[in-house]
C-alpha cells in the first residue's frame, strides 16, 4: 500500500504563499502521476492541479492558474504544490494521491484531476488564508 504523506500547510493572509510537499513514505512516486485535491468544510472535494510521472505534464483548474504550480523532484522522492497570490476561496483541506498516467491516442502523456482515477491518498495538511 502506498503511503503518502502531505506537509506545509498553515496560515496565511490574503495575497501570501506557502508550498505544499508530497512524499512517498515507502514507496517511491516516480512510477505515479501525482494530484492535489482540496476540501472545504461543507464543501466537495475538488481536483487542484496534477503532473505525471515524468514530470513532463501538469493540469491545472482554472480557479489556480497563473497562481499555482506543481513540480516534482523524483530524485528526492517530493512533489511540490507552490501557491501564490492565495485567497480566502484557497481555505481547505488540501490532499495529493498518486495515480496513473494516461497515454492518449496522439502519444502524449497526461493526468487527470478526477479524484476516482486515483486510488492512494494521503491525511491531508490544512490551507487557511485569512482576508
Known amino acids: 500500500q502506498l503511503e503518502l504523506v502531505e506537509s506545509g500547510g498553515g496560515l496565511v493572509q490574503l495575497g501570501g504563499s506557502l508550498r505544499l510537499s508530497c512524499t512517498g513514505s515507502?514507496?517511491?512516486?516516480?512510477?505515479?502521476?501525482i494530484g492535489w485535491f482540496r476540501q472545504a468544510p461543507g464543501k466537495e472535494r475538488e481536483g487542484v492541479s496534477c503532473?505525471?510521472?515524468?514530470?513532463?505534464?501538469?493540469t491545472y483548474v482554472d480557479s489556480v492558474k497563473g497562481r499555482f504550480t506543481i513540480s516534482r523532484d523524483n530524485v528526492e522522492n517530493l512533489v511540490y504544490l507552490q501557491m501564490n497570490s492565495l485567497k480566502p476561496e484557497d481555505t481547505g483541506e488540501y490532499y495529493c494521491?498518486?495515480?496513473?498516467?494516461?497515454?492518449?491516442?496522439?502519444?502524449?502523456?497526461?493526468?487527470?484531476?478526477?479524484?476516482?482515477?486515483?486510488?492512494?491518498w494521503g491525511q491531508g495538511t490544512q490551507v487557511t488564508v485569512s482576508s
Open positions: 494521491a498518486a495515480g496513473p498516467t494516461r497515454r492518449l491516442h496522439n502519444g502524449s502523456f497526461a493526468c487527470t484531476v478526477v479524484s476516482s482515477d486515483y486510488a492512494n
Open positions: 515507502v514507496f517511491s512516486l516516480d512510477r505515479y502521476a
Open positions: 503532473i505525471t510521472n515524468s514530470g513532463h505534464s501538469t
